[in-house]
């Protein structure tokens, strides 16, 4: 047997028996050797299986789901997909390493499909994010010294050795401006981590590749290569200062939504120094037992936030999870970590308008607007059941827009409704998007689960009205 | 006509400071010894009397770069390092120090203070490596910041610390081919290979432990 499937087949979790496996084996072979047919690059994708690593684990176990969901009963589904679930995510925690920061974005990545990543494993990632053991103060004073030319002793007052916090592909540090002595917090990025991400997200769409044959490769490629881009993207630190310069100009001083300041002689493509955000983060704000009236003001927030930078300055903030979200004692609501966000294009504002326009209009006369929202390019074929997911999907996002009055997030039934439409879209193989929804998805989901938990009643559909009309007649947030 | 102690160390200074900048220009091999003295403004022969050969000048050039760097370290330590981090920082600050030669003095370096005996020459080049040895030994030994009182300390055999230069000189042909921004990949490998030592210590140790811990035959 090729030594690779054999290292495959051997990572599958131990409960799959002899016979599933050896069913497994067949697809597996069938499935490598339609691999060699395809444009991609085989042997990189034999080389990460071989890795034995943690993409190979990964792999493991989404082969294993997708092997399962052929071979069990209907009822034992749900079941062994969170089996299986539970053992990507504890092999993504166990195998992280040095890679960590990577493979954490790969894990938040993969929230986008619910079906392979669910709402629930966000909490482990979470964890992740705020209890990966740092790097030693040693090897971040190099890369200070490196990038800013002096230790980090040397630049800032009483630069605390350890990390409080792990973030986007590095991990942050309290310090002290010098002579004025402002609380800050310098982000710093693992060395050589772009790189590092870069190969690994290609040897990861060759893994991903299985998953999606029955799907259009040519778009899906289109796809990830976009979400390879914004991923690094989010690895410049100075994209990430310049957006947080555009989301902080977005908001009012009076409107309780703090994006912090950058300090920008102190801040590189690897290392950036921002003001110090105080604040509990979601987990702990509940534990508190917050009032709903409370929890409803930040909840407002939080949607006010996002609305506002889309409307106003192109921005989706595609990355809306509980680790940026700061809770003030005094109502502020702090948002941090503005590296994964995309600007809209003219046409892709034009496509979200006419989205929205579709989003009142009945399906039948919607549906030219849910093939555009699958393939852009004129006279494309999209299949009747597809545009009905599409057009699900699309209601689904708007729901809390058109509802009138509150609308009540801590809806599990709700929540549930949009991952199952998108378990669908997945199981269907109808992955053909544009690559801007990826980014809309994303958002849409990160923002609802935040809300969930949260448990919020807001008047979602208010403040969108009010945000949009404020931004098209160019009302800056001053002027309101 | 004798020269004295000081005007011959201002010599040797201005000659390395001067072959540092040919090698710069054109390169090691490009350079010759008639390139370095007519640059010093003496003649060939007196340059000679300095530096046997030009391999000397650039491991001079290295002995000092190291000699700062450890100066440095010793400066910066804090005293609550692990002995990963220390033998990281050690590494770290030399290559940096040394990163103004870069393009020549890391071969010199492997080649004339190579792990392998029949390569080995002696000289200037197995003083750098016994010295820097020698602080990796020193390291080594210190008590570890994390580990509870009374943790056995770990001591390094010669066969360790043949693994530690070998990995060292794998970290310095990286380092010279490492186009990454001041070398930070440099770094991460450094860092990996020095948890990795460090590792093997351990488990040699805590192997060696197990087998003394274990009941006597008979």
């Given at each position: 047997m090729d030594r690779s499937l054999a290292d495959l087949l051997d990572a599958l979790p131990n409960e799959i028996s002899d016979t599933a496996r050896e069913k497994a084996e067949?697809?597996?072979?069938?499935?490598?050797?339609?691999?060699?047919?395809?444009?991609?690059?085989?042997?990189?994708?034999?080389?990460?299986?071989?890795?034995?690593?943690?993409?190979?684990?990964?792999?493991?176990?989404?082969?294993?789901?997708?092997?399962?969901?052929?071979?069990?009963?209907s009822e034992e589904k749900e079941r062994r997909l969170s089996e299986t679930r539970l053992k990507a995510a504890l092999e993504l925690l166990g195998g992280m390493g040095y890679l960590r920061g990577a493979m954490m974005k790969v894990g938040q990545l993969f929230a986008n499909y619910p079906d392979i990543v669910p709402e629930e494993f966000a909490s482990i990632f979470g964890y992740f994010h705020f209890e990966a053991p740092p790097m030693h103060f040693s090897l971040l004073r190099e890369l200070v010294r490196g990038q800013l030319g002096a230790d980090p002793e040397d630049l800032f007052d009483?630069?605390?050795?350890?990390?409080?916090a792990a973030a986007s592909f590095g991990q942050v540090h309290r310090a002290r401006i010098k002579g004025s002595g402002e609380k800050v917090a310098v982000k710093i990025q693992y060395p050589g981590i772009a790189h590092t991400i870069r190969d690994d997200l290609r040897n990861m769409k060759s893994l991903l590749l299985p998953l999606r044959l029955r799907g259009d490769w040519d778009n899906l490629s289109a796809q990830y290569d976009e979400i390879l881009g914004m991923v690094e993207k989010e690895t410049d630190y100075e994209q990430e200062a310049e957006n947080l310069r555009v989301a902080r100009s977005a908001f009012g001083a009076d409107e309780g939504i703090l994006v912090p300041e950058v300090y920008s002689d102190l801040s590189?493509?690897?290392?950036?120094?921002?003001?110090?955000?105080?604040?509990?983060?979601?987990?702990?704000?509940?534990?508190s037992?917050?009032?709903?009236?409370?929890?409803?003001?930040?909840?407002?927030?939080?949607?006010?936030?996002?609305?506002?930078?889309?409307?106003?300055?192109?921005?989706?903030y595609a990355d809306p999870h509980p680790g940026n979200y700061f809770f003030r004692p005094d109502g502020v609501l702090g948002l941090v970590d503005l590296g994964c966000c995309r600007y809209l294009s003219d046409e892709e504002v034009s496509y979200c308008?006419?989205?929205?326009?579709?989003?009142?209009?009945?399906?039948?006369?919607?549906?030219?607007?849910?093939?555009?929202?699958?393939?852009?390019?004129?006279?494309?074929?999209?299949?009747?059941?597809?545009?009905?997911?599409?057009?699900?999907?699309?209601?689904?996002?708007?729901?809390?827009?058109?509802?009138?009055?509150?609308?009540?997030?801590?809806?599990?039934?709700?929540?549930?409704?949009g991952v199952d439409i998108i378990r669908e879209v997945v199981r269907r193989g109808y992955l053909r998007s544009r690559p801007v929804n990826n980014w809309q998805q994303r958002s849409f989901f990160g923002l609802r689960a935040m809300l969930y938990r949260l448990g919020a009643h807001i008047d979602a559909g208010s403040i969108y009205r009010m945000e949009t009309t404020a931004a098209a007649q160019g009302l800056g947030e001053g002027d309101r | 006509m004798r020269i004295t102690a000081k005007a011959k160390a201002e010599n040797r200074m201005k000659i390395l400071r001067e072959a540092a900048n040919l090698f710069k220009k054109h390169?090691?091999?490009?350079?010759?010894?008639?390139?370095?003295?007519?640059?010093?403004?003496?003649?060939?022969?007196?340059?000679?009397?300095y530096f046997a050969t030009k391999e000397d000048l650039v491991l001079a050039l290295v002995d000092i770069c190291f000699k700062d760097a450890e100066a440095e370290f010793q400066q910066r330590r804090r005293g609550r390092e692990t002995v990963d981090e220390l033998l990281f920082a050690h590494a770290a600050v030399s290559l940096r120090h040394l990163r103004a030669h870069r393009g020549y003095a890391e071969d010199v370096l492997r080649t004339g203070a190579g792990s392998s005996r029949k390569?080995?020459?002696?000289?200037?080049?197995?003083?750098?490596?016994?010295?820097?040895?020698?602080?990796?030994?020193?390291?080594?030994?210190?008590?570890?910041?994390?580990s509870p009182e009374g943790a056995q300390k770990l001591s390094p055999t010669g066969l360790d610390l043949h693994l530690y230069w070998t990995l060292f000189l794998g970290v310095l042909n990286f380092w010279a081919g490492d186009e990454s921004p001041y070398q930070e990949e440099t770094l991460a490998l450094l860092d990996q290979s020095m948890k990795l030592f460090v590792e093997s210590l351990e488990g040699r140790q805590k192997s060696s432990l197990e087998v003394n811990d274990g009941p006597i035959p008979g």
């Open positions: 067949k697809s597996l072979r069938s499935l490598v050797k339609d691999l060699e047919h395809k444009p991609v690059p085989a042997g990189q994708l034999r080389r990460a299986w071989i890795f034995g690593s943690v993409q190979a684990k990964i792999a493991a176990a989404y082969m294993a789901n997708w092997i399962r969901t052929g071979l069990s009963e009483d630069f605390e050795t350890e990390a409080f590189t493509k690897r290392v950036l120094t921002m003001e110090f955000v105080e604040g509990i983060h979601l987990k702990t704000f509940l534990a037992n917050p009032s709903q009236e409370i929890r409803n003001a930040y909840g407002e927030k939080i949607w006010l936030s996002s609305v506002r930078l889309s409307s106003q300055k192109r921005m989706i308008d006419a989205m929205e326009r579709a989003s009142i209009e009945p399906a039948e006369t919607s549906r030219e607007n849910m093939i555009l929202a699958v393939d852009p390019r004129p006279g494309q074929k999209v299949a009747e059941d597809q545009l009905d997911l599409v057009k699900q999907f699309s209601d689904w996002c708007w729901e809390p827009i058109h509802h009138p009055g509150c609308f009540d997030f801590s809806d599990a039934h709700y929540f549930q409704r | 390169g090691f091999s490009q350079t010759t010894t008639r390139d370095i003295a007519r640059a010093t403004g003496i003649a060939t022969g007196t340059l000679f009397n390569n080995r020459v002696t000289g200037e080049a197995e003083r750098i490596r016994v010295t820097h040895l020698d602080t990796v030994k020193q390291l080594i030994g210190v008590s570890d910041g994390t």
